[in-house]
Structure formats: structure tokens, C-alpha cells
């Protein structure tokens, strides 16, 4: 017998006649071939299979690779945090200049003589050059 299911009117065979009943000699065979191909598939071994003989109680190794980069990172860190909390402003900076640094041209004397060419006016919309004085 069949039955209809959904509205567009197909036919299915009933779930009983589609299911396999598996014995337990078949369930093992498929589960070991399932394995081999695990196995197959992957291409390195296990790095704790080694440490299997250790006792349980006994602290074994992480096989991260990240712990050198943790100790890297922490001091990273530090040093931002020295940073951010020393940290100098521009004026403190320039009173903080030697002497010998005085006498060459410094942000402070630093000057450009002015220009032999009237200045440039552009749009401060779209930035072409400004015809219109203002």
C-alpha cells in the first residue's frame, strides 16, 4: 500500500519495506571497514600513542605549539603596557632635546621664507582650484 505525502501528490513505499534489519556479523564488518579507511586516510601517527605506557597519575606534555607563543605574546603586552602608561607628550618630548640638538634646525626654528607666488584658493566642497577671491 502506499501513502501520499505533501501536496504535491508523490507516492512513497511505506518506511517498513525501505529499512534493512543489519545482523551484528554485518554491523562489525562495516564498522572495521569504516576504520581502515580512517586509518587510510590519515597520513601521520598519533603523537600520544608513545605516552600510553606512562601511568595516568603522571603529568604529560601538550603537544601545543602555541606555548612559546604565549610567553612571546605576554611580553608583547608588557612592553604595550609600558608604553600607554609612560607615555610622553609632544612638548615633553621637545624640553627633553640636548643641547647639541639646539643648534641644528629643530620643529621650533625650523621656518621657510615666504613664497615669491600669491597663494592658491581651492573649493573646500570639491577641491578645484577657487577663481573667486576671497
Not at 581502515?36 to 597520513?43: A, F, G, T
Not at 605549539?65 to 621637545?94: P, V
Amino acid at each position: 500500500m502506499s501513502e501520499k505525502s505533501g501536496a504535491a501528490g508523490r507516492t512513497r513505499a511505506s518506511d517498513t519495506a525501505q529499512r534493512r534489519v543489519l545482523d551484528a556479523a554485518t554491523r562489525q564488518r562495516r564498522q572495521k571497514k569504516q576504520l581502515e579507511m580512517l586509518e587510510k586516510d590519515n597520513s601521520h601517527e598519533d603523537p600520544h600513542n608513545s605516552l600510553a605506557q606512562l601511568s595516568s597519575k603522571a603529568k604529560l606534555p601538550t603537544f601545543a605549539e602555541t606555548s612559546d607563543g604565549r610567553k612571546r605574546k605576554k611580553t608583547r603586552s608588557n612592553a604595550d603596557h609600558f608604553k600607554q602608561r609612560f607615555r610622553k607628550t609632544f612638548q615633553t618630548l621637545l624640553e627633553e632635546l640636548p643641547p647639541e640638538a639646539q643648534t641644528q634646525p629643530s620643529y621650533i626654528t625650523a621656518v621657510v621664507p615666504p613664497s615669491n607666488f600669491p597663494s592658491k584658493h581651492f573649493c573646500a566642497v570639491c577641491g578645484y582650484p577657487n577663481t573667486m577671491l576671497s
